[in-house]
Every structure is written in C-alpha cells, then in structure tokens.
C-alpha cells in the first residue's frame, strides 16, 4: 500500500476537499489508462499495479467523504 498517496487521501478527507480527490482520481486514471495502451519492450506490469492500488484508496476516501457529510446532514435528537 501506497503510504504517501494514503496521507494524502487522508488529508482530503479530513479537510472534506471532494474536489481534491476528484482531480487526484483522474489524474491516477489517466496514468492508468496511458500506461494499459502502451506496448513493446517494456513491461508496465508493476507501475499499473501500484497506480490500481492508489485508485483504491482514493475510492475508498472518496466513500469516507461520502459517509462523513451523510452522517453530518442526519440530525440528532437532543
């Protein structure tokens, strides 16, 4: 697992910046996309794996987010 990209998930979420983890989940996705269409001698075997892991914890703080302001939009009797 990707500790940088975790730490900065985290962040995100902590800061409840949907907009950041947006951008970052393209961002992972466009790099996962090029690196698949790429062929030859190279084997870009290892890279995509570890851009599909970081996809995985972005979604993962993307669903934190999402649980976070549902359980803030709920009201809680007094």
Known sequence: MSSAIAQIVDAYVRLKNRRGL??????RQRLA???KSRSG????SLPISKI?????????GLSR?????????????N
């Not at 599909?52 to 914890?57: K, L, M, V």
């Open 52 to 60: 599909d892991e970081e996809i995985a914890i972005i979604e993962e």
């Open 22 to 27: 947006d951008e970052l989940m393209m961002h």
């Open 33 to 35: 996309v090029d690196l």
């Open 41 to 44: 001698a190279y084997d870009f």
């Open 65 to 77: 987010l999402k649980a976070e302001s549902t359980d803030a939009g709920t009201t809680r009797p």
